[in-house]
């Protein structure tokens, strides 16, 4: 009875403590949706890369899918780089700072274009007092016009064809992409060249008619 007794009393002497979480479980963030690769702006010399995210979202900016460099922070969906590759865009709930778990890939390329095909080496004319040079390229194309295959000077941009009044020489024809302003590595060289014709050949001296005043040369 005595142990019984004290039982009873070291359970009421007992305390019961709880307390009430509340947990709250946040959706997972989507990764962006990509606007598109894109193509280096030669131009400019950069590429602008898109992604779209919902309202109350920014964007990071990787060079991994994975860890990596972080290239940019919080921005509003663009990305400028003067370099080509692959980048890799992350969603942020800017209310939880919570990140997608997946990075959407942007890329961007740059397209050089094939040299122009040209249509021919070419003689001077010398009624017109000029020459014209012609290449063809791609639709999307143009075509500028230099003095030697490298660097040197411009002599006309956005033309296929060439009037010069060089008797002789070699010009050189680079293509250039219209939208992003990237031109082709070679230049396509085409020449010019001066013809002269062969002397005539005399039939021979001739002796002056008196009777009729004259003498008949021909050749």
Request: glycine share 6%; hydrophobic share 35%; net charge negative.
């Amino acid at each position: 009875k005595v142990a019984e007794n004290a039982i009873n009393l070291a359970n009421d002497s007992c305390n019961t403590i709880s307390e009430v979480f509340e947990v709250i479980i946040l959706p997972d963030v989507s990764p962006p949706t990509s606007n598109g690769d894109v193509l280096f702006n030669c131009t400019i010399n950069q590429g602008v890369l898109s992604v779209s995210v919902p309202a109350g979202f920014t964007v990071n900016w990787y060079d991994a899918p994975t860890n990596g460099v972080e290239l940019a922070s919080n921005t509003t969906t663009y990305f400028t780089t003067n370099e080509t590759g692959s980048f890799y865009a992350e969603a942020v709930n800017s209310n939880t700072g919570c990140k997608s778990q997946i990075r959407t890939a942007v890329s961007i390329s740059r397209e050089d274009p094939n040299e122009p095909i040209s249509s021919g080496d070419v003689l001077f004319n010398c009624e017109d007092n000029q020459a014209i040079l012609l290449v063809s390229v791609p639709a999307g194309t143009t075509v500028n016009w230099y003095d030697s295959p490298t660097g040197g000077t411009l002599l006309q941009a956005n033309s296929v064809s060439y009037n010069t009044t060089s008797q002789t020489g070699t010009f050189y024809a680079e293509a250039e992409v219209i939208n992003t302003g990237c031109v082709s590595i070679i230049r396509t060289p085409v020449s010019v060249s001066l013809e002269f014709p062969d002397a005539p050949n005399s039939n021979g001296d001739m002796q002056f008619d008196c009777f009729n005043n004259e003498a008949l040369l021909s050749v």
